[in-house]
């Protein structure tokens, strides 16, 4: 697929939730598209249903109603792919091969060194990235047989960064990888993931609170209480360097 062609569509999705007796609505009618490519930033404070979208989009859940349309699978030759009708193996398979997920709080198994971490993901991938290669990449050839718990909060992002890419996804998704970290490391995350992004020709989708975020973003999309408020393009899109927190 070309740069700027439609990787995902997700038209009128809703997700609600049963919460007892109450019916939680956590989207509501959103629909948009993900460009192969691009670095899509979705911002909205908590609550706004960023993580449900993302979730969507990964495929770890389903909408009540609407569709989630996959241009780059098995329905690319006569059509998209709808995931919202797809079985749990197919999910599963989905998951594995198509995107990577990066989160706030690593989720790295302590046991494991940062190489073992990546290496988990490269086990288990249909065409894997080389690990040691990754983990140059991002800056921690000579951090590879040290445990999370010896390394830094961005240096630990850093792993989880290197652990998404490592399965050579075409999708990488990013829920709040920002969240835990000071400025400085927040700016040399993004700093990685822009550089990885455009180097293995990624596509990023990245949710956060942070407006920060939005300067340096190809799109942004905006929610508000479960719907999408806003979509536009950044015209003035600024470097890494030059965003403002």
Request: a negative charge.
């Amino acid at each position: 697929m070309d740069s700027g062609e439609t990787l995902f569509s997700i038209r009128s999705a809703n997700k609600i939730y049963r919460m007892g007796e109450v019916d939680v609505a956590a989207l509501r009618d959103a629909s948009l598209d993900v460009r192969v490519g691009e670095f899509l930033t979705i911002v909205g404070p908590s609550g706004s249903g960023k993580s449900t979208l993302l979730n969507l989009i990964g495929g770890m859940d389903r909408p009540t109603s609407g569709e989630v349309l996959f241009y780059g699978g098995n329905g690319s030759a006569s059509g998209p792919e709808d995931l919202a009708k797809a079985s749990k193996a197919r999910l599963t398979r989905f998951r594995r091969e198509e995107v990577g997920f990066v989160f706030q709080f690593f989720n790295l198994v302590p046991t494991l060194t940062a190489r073992e971490n990546i290496q988990v993901t490269t086990e288990i991938a249909r065409d894997p990235l080389d690990s040691r290669e990754i983990l140059e990449r991002v800056g921690l050839a000579e951090r590879a047989d040290h445990f999370p718990a010896q390394l830094s909060g961005g240096e630990q992002q850093r792993v989880s960064i290197a652990r998404a890419l490592a399965g050579n996804p075409g999708l990488i998704l990013c829920d709040e990888p920002t969240g835990a970290l000071d400025t400085d490391t927040s700016r040399q995350i993004l700093r990685i993931l822009f550089d990885l992004k455009d180097r293995y020709r990624k596509t990023v989708v990245l949710v956060t609170h942070d407006v920060a975020i939005c300067q340096v973003a190809n799109r942004v999309a905006r929610l508000h209480d479960g719907r999408i408020a806003s979509i536009w393009e950044n015209e003035n899109r600024m470097t890494v360097e030059e965003m403002e927190w």
